[in-house]
Structure formats: C-alpha cells, structure tokens
C-alpha cells in the first residue's frame, strides 16, 4: 500500500493513505541502517511503500523523489539531513529585524534550493516593523534577489491582504518553509491554516532571537493541490554534497560568467587573474553581499547564521 509521509520524528512517521487515513509507521532496520548516506533515509514528503497495515505499519521502501533538500546533519559529522522531498518550491521566510536574518543563511538556503533547481520565494516578513531607512535597505535586498530570478515578497503576517498574497503563491504547489526562529514562521501558518493553533515563541530580550517552536518536520495540507512543509527553526544551514568548483553553479548570476574566467571552470573565483565574477563584483553586476556568501561557502568560513 502507498503512503505519503506527513511527519518525521526521526524513528517514528506519520504516513497519509490514500483513502486519506493517518496511520503511524516506523522502518525495518535494516533499512535504516543499509545503503543510505543520509541521517534520516526517509523524509517529510516521501512516498513510501507499507505492509502489515493490523496496527501500525511498517515502511519497507521509498518511491523515487523528483527532488529533495538536504542540510547538513546537525547531530553526524559528514551526513546530510533530508528535510523534505518532493517538493515545488523552498519559501525562505526572513526579516530585517527582531530578528535579523543574515543574507548568508538566505544565500545558502537559495544555493541549496538551486543545486537542485528548486525555485526559491524569498518573503521578508514583519514589514509593520521597519523605518524608512530599513525600507530602502529592503528596496535594494529585494532588486538583488530578483534579479537572480526569486520571487519576492514583503509581508506581515498579521495583515490579511499580505496573507492572501502568501496563499496566491503556495497554491497548487509543495512548499518547504525555512528561516530562524522568531521570523513568524508560526504565526504565518496559523494564519494560512487556522486550524493548526502551532505555538509561536516570543523574542528573546537579551538575544534578540526567536525561541524555538517547532520540533520537526511536518507536511500539512491547505487543500486538495497545496501542501506546506513546516520545519524546525533553523539557527545555520550547512551545505553537503558540493565541491568548491560547482557551487558557483549555484549562483546564478555567476552561472554564465565563470565560463569567461581565464582558467574556466578550474577558476574559484578567489584572487586569479582574469577572473570574470571578480571582474562583475567590482562594477556591481554581482552584488557584494551575494559574492561574500559565496566566498564564505567556499572557504568554509562561519557566514551561515
């Protein structure tokens, strides 16, 4: 019997039937144990395939993903962790203040989405917040990010109209949602799904960060087409299963570009010579912030908070 995977709690899973049931399954394992690199084989969003349905039941394969989304694995040095498969779209969702979200945890969720050719819905929430200054910051944020092709939206979620925009672009579609904690990610969902009631944390005084409200992954369903992926709030994002050649790959105004570069494809774009992405940073056709998440990807620097 087929199932769709709605919630992981790492040994125990949550899986949708067909006939719309929820049943609890956990794995073999063997399974668990065999032939995967990833800490957790199987993710929000799988389809799975179930036997001995008497009471719980028992996942003994995966169905091809068309995609997934990995991180580094928090808990195993040198493993990734799926946080979601399947999906049509990441909604990276940042603010400008309480809390500040680094442009380096935006650009290396966005690269992660990239390298699998995920499109990216970049939304700054907390809008009610910001001065006139902290607006034309935005201004300038949001021109950068369209102009590598994600869309952009600025919103608070306790307005009705922004949320309403929100739902127009989740519909039809498998959303992942990501961002730190106290960037309103709760809130947000409990304003598109009212029925969830999630909790929602309160910023921290001393920190200025969010506490943490979600523990894991878990699929909810807006309606028969849209489906949104909640996720634990994540304080960094490690990237896996890249090279230091192909992560300019990632960058898509740099794509094109590096094929210019005088030693090509070897080029790191660091301090060579002839180097057509440093060429681009200095007359601004790469933005700064954009290069200096690269730079720090490549040479493992600490630009992911």
């Not at 442009?103 to 009610?128: H, T, W, Y």
């Not at 094929?259 to 700064?288: Q, T, Y």
Request: glycine share 6%.
């Amino acid at each position: 019997m087929k199932g769709l995977v709605i919630r992981s709690t790492g040994s125990w899973y949550e899986v949708r039937l067909e006939t719309g049931a929820v049943i609890q399954c956990r794995t073999r394992g063997k399974m668990r144990l065999e032939g995967y690199k990833e800490s957790n084989p199987i993710a929000v969003g799988d389809y799975v395939e179930l036997e001995d349905l008497s009471k719980d039941g028992i996942i003994t394969s995966i169905y091809e993903r068309k995609n997934h989304i990995l991180r580094q694995s928090v808990k195993k040095t040198g493993h990734a962790s799926v946080l979601a498969a399947n999906i049509d779209q990441v909604l990276i969702l940042a603010t400008l203040k309480q809390p500040r979200t680094s442009l380096g945890f935006i650009d290396r969720v966005s690269v992660s989405a990239e390298s699998f050719r995920i499109p990216q819905l970049i939304i700054f929430n907390k809008k009610d917040l910001l001065t006139a200054d902290e607006f034309e910051e935005l201004d300038a944020l949001t021109h950068i990010y369209q102009n590598i092709g994600a869309q952009v939206l600025t919103i608070s979620a306790q307005h009705d109209a922004d949320v309403e925009t929100v739902q127009a672009h989740l519909q039809g579609k498998v959303t992942l949602v990501a961002g730190h904690s106290g960037v309103g990610k709760s809130t947000l969902l409990n304003r598109l799904l009212p029925e969830l009631k999630l909790a929602t944390g309160a910023i921290s005084d001393f920190s200025e960060k969010g506490t943490h409200t979600t523990t894991f992954a878990e699929m909810f369903q807006a309606n028969e087409t849209t489906f949104i992926i909640d996720t634990p709030g994540i304080k960094e994002w490690g990237l896996v299963d890249m090279n230091e050649q192909e992560i300019s790959d990632y960058f898509p105004e740099m794509r094109e570009l590096r094929l210019a570069c005088k030693f090509g494809a070897r080029c790191l774009h660091l301090n060579e010579p002839k180097c057509a992405i440093l060429d681009a940073v200095e007359s601004g056709i790469i933005a700064a912030s954009r290069y200096n998440s690269y730079v720090s990807m490549v040479t493992g620097e600490d630009n992911r908070k």
